[in-house]
């Protein structure tokens, strides 16, 4: 009997591609809201963070975060290749191999979760940590730097056991219910920021409170997966396998260096600009750049619960529902990030000024310049889930590879002469790379596959 009250295997071609649009519509429902409500708590979250911390150590808080955010390269791919082999196993029907791959990827993470605590604890004493925020010559914020760090860096290593959560549900083509939890952690994390700006708190208290609720999110979703809504899919030791690491790793590690790529290209900024220009200027880039990621990640979340559906369609040989898809995602998500640049060029200077109080008060040029870069940027995301969903994780990975390196390397030179617009305009110059050849590398694909499908 199947975990499912619907099993694909029971339902013909058009009844399959009305369930597909209909799961991957709910998660995209699921996850429209979920960004709406990050996004929206963020413009309240952001300046009562500022009046709490105070710009420096704001913007110490927001690079620390974006230093510890290099240690998801130690996933090995796991959650990335989790998507791509559920969601083939699923299109087969294979749900024997759903349950290898699980606990495979479960009782993985549990082990890189302990190696990465001892990674943490290990960084916060590093001599050179100093350096690389920037806070050599500040006296005050180094004890603040290294505690951050140990209390970050641990619970990172703990929401590291979790990792597989959220991906498994996505690959059965339920994300809606990880975005339904993201809400629920969102709120709270709300309402506790609320509470310590009421009565004060020091960086330390602001961390540990920043880090539980959503923490507590994804070990309800565990819960929730493994003991009420598939109990089947229940990790057990004994299911881990070699050949399902294999498998995970065989997507894993390119889909890794994808993850890389990302790595560079959204979490080094605040470290680069940080070391550059010292911490204080973070926030001038970051502040921003947290508005424009407002539309950016709706945008993702309109394209991303379509890659496990892409999977599943190429098992089944589904060409023409692919590339319909496809072409009508790439317009959505470049149409609305293009939409909100527009508005933010116009009215993102008087409206950044008013939401920080004052403290963060833009460019013209720099608005301008990172509206074209996010339009970019929505045109590569939805073509590299494309591509991902294809299963061409390589092409992919050294595509993306090579727009992060340009992109970090042309920001570190350019921002002691052009200050933060620097960073979008590398931004822009890397993406064009993308967006000259992930389209028509993915349009080559289904037309060579459907070809031998003849």
Same mark, same amino acid.
Not at 5 to 16: G, V
Not at 248 to 266: K, N, T
Not at 267 to 295: Q, T, W
């Given at each position: 009997?199947?975990?499912?009250?619907?099993?694909?295997?029971?339902?013909?071609?058009?009844?399959?591609?009305?369930?597909?649009?209909?799961?991957?519509?709910?998660?995209?429902?699921?996850?429209?809201?979920?960004?709406?409500?990050?996004?929206?708590?963020?413009?309240?979250?952001?300046?009562?963070?500022?009046?709490?911390?105070?710009?420096?150590?704001?913007?110490?808080?927001?690079?620390?975060?974006?230093?510890?955010?290099?240690?998801?390269?130690?996933?090995?791919?796991?959650?990335?290749?989790?998507?791509?082999?559920?969601?083939?196993?699923?299109?087969?029907?294979?749900?024997?191999?759903?349950?290898?791959?699980?606990?495979?990827?479960?009782?993985?993470?549990?082990?890189?979760?302990?190696?990465?605590?001892?990674?943490?604890?290990?960084?916060?004493?590093?001599?050179?940590?100093?350096?690389?925020?920037?806070?050599?010559?500040?006296?005050?914020?180094?004890?603040?730097?290294?505690?951050?760090?140990?209390?970050?860096?641990?619970?990172?290593?703990?929401?590291?056991?979790?990792?597989?959560?959220?991906?498994?549900?996505?690959?059965?083509?339920?994300?809606?219910?990880?975005?339904?939890?993201?809400?629920?952690?969102?709120?709270?994390?709300?309402?506790?920021?609320?509470?310590?700006?009421?009565?004060?708190?020091?960086?330390?208290?602001?961390?540990?409170?920043?880090?539980?609720?959503?923490?507590?999110?994804?070990?309800?979703?565990?819960?929730?997966?493994?003991?009420?809504?598939?109990?089947?899919?229940?990790?057990?030791?004994?299911?881990?396998?070699?050949?399902?690491?294999?498998?995970?790793?065989?997507?894993?590690?390119?889909?890794?260096?994808?993850?890389?790529?990302?790595?560079?290209?959204?979490?080094?900024?605040?470290?680069?600009?940080?070391?550059?220009?010292?911490?204080?200027?973070?926030?001038?880039? @970051?502040?921003?750049?947290? &508005?424009?990621? =407002?539309?950016?990640? /709706? %945008?993702? +979340? #309109?394209?991303?619960?379509? !890659?496990?559906?892409?999977?599943?369609?190429?098992?089944?040989?589904?060409?023409?529902?692919?590339?319909?898809? @496809?072409?009508?995602?790439? &317009?959505?998500? =470049?149409?609305?990030? /293009? %939409?909100? +640049? #527009?508005?933010?060029?116009? !009215?993102?200077?008087?409206?950044?000024?008013?939401?920080?109080?004052?403290?963060?008060?833009?460019?013209?040029?720099?608005?301008?310049?990172? &509206?074209?870069?996010?339009?970019?940027?929505?045109?590569?995301?939805?073509?590299?889930?494309? !591509?991902?969903?294809?299963?061409?994780?390589?092409?992919?990975?050294?595509?993306?590879?090579?727009?992060?390196?340009?992109?970090?390397?042309?920001?570190?030179?350019?921002?002691?002469?052009?200050?933060?617009?620097?960073?979008?305009?590398?931004?822009?110059?890397?993406?064009?790379?993308?967006?000259?050849?992930?389209?028509?590398?993915?349009?080559?694909?289904?037309?060579?596959?459907?070809?031998?499908?003849?």
């Amino acid at each position: 009997m199947s975990l499912f009250a619907a099993p694909p295997a029971e339902l013909a071609p058009d009844a399959l591609r009305q369930r597909r649009d209909r799961q991957a519509w709910r998660t995209v429902r699921a996850n429209v809201a979920s960004k709406a409500v990050a996004s929206g708590l963020r413009f309240v979250t952001i300046p009562l963070s500022l009046a709490l911390l105070g710009t420096q150590r704001y913007g110490l808080w927001l690079t620390v975060g974006s230093l510890l955010s290099w240690f998801n390269f130690s996933d090995l791919g796991i959650s990335s290749g989790l998507l791509n082999t559920v969601g083939d196993a699923y299109g087969r029907d294979d749900w024997p191999a759903i349950r290898r791959y699980v606990s495979t990827a479960y009782f993985s993470y549990t082990v890189l979760s302990l190696a990465v605590a001892a990674l943490a604890v290990g960084f916060s004493f590093w001599p050179g940590l100093p350096g690389l925020l920037g806070v050599s010559q500040e006296p005050a914020l180094l004890a603040d730097a290294r505690l951050l760090v140990l209390l970050c860096g641990i619970a990172f290593s703990v929401s590291f056991s979790l990792n597989a959560i959220a991906p498994l549900s996505t690959a059965l083509q339920e994300g809606y219910l990880a975005g339904y939890f993201q809400i629920a952690g969102a709120l709270v994390s709300c309402g506790v920021l609320a509470l310590l700006a009421w009565r004060g708190a020091s960086l330390a208290q602001f961390a540990v409170a920043m880090a539980a609720p959503p923490l507590a999110a994804s070990a309800s979703l565990a819960a929730y997966l493994f003991f009420v809504r598939h109990p089947g899919l229940r990790p057990r030791l004994r299911d881990w396998s070699l050949s399902s690491f294999r498998s995970l790793m065989s997507f894993g590690i390119p889909l890794q260096i994808v993850g890389l790529g990302d790595l560079g290209i959204l979490y080094s900024m605040n470290i680069v600009i940080s070391n550059r220009l010292g911490p204080g200027s973070v926030p001038g880039f @970051a502040v921003p750049a947290s &508005a424009f990621m =407002v539309f950016s990640s /709706l %945008a993702y +979340g #309109l394209v991303y619960p379509y !890659l496990p559906a892409y999977a599943e369609a190429q098992a089944r040989g589904d060409w023409h529902w692919i590339r319909q898809t @496809a072409f009508r995602r790439l &317009a959505i998500a =470049v149409g609305l990030v /293009l %939409a909100a +640049g #527009l508005g933010m060029t116009v !009215l993102g200077r008087t409206a950044v000024r008013v939401w920080t109080g004052g403290r963060v008060v833009p460019e013209q040029r720099f608005l301008l310049a990172m &509206a074209v870069y996010f339009v970019l940027t929505a045109s590569a995301t939805a073509n590299g889930i494309l !591509l991902m969903g294809l299963g061409r994780v390589k092409t992919k990975a050294a595509i993306h590879l090579s727009v992060a390196g340009v992109f970090v390397a042309g920001s570190w030179l350019l921002l002691p002469r052009l200050g933060l617009v620097a960073v979008p305009l590398a931004g822009c110059a890397a993406y064009l790379i993308d967006c000259a050849t992930s389209l028509p590398l993915a349009l080559r694909h289904i037309r060579r596959r459907a070809a031998l499908a003849l």
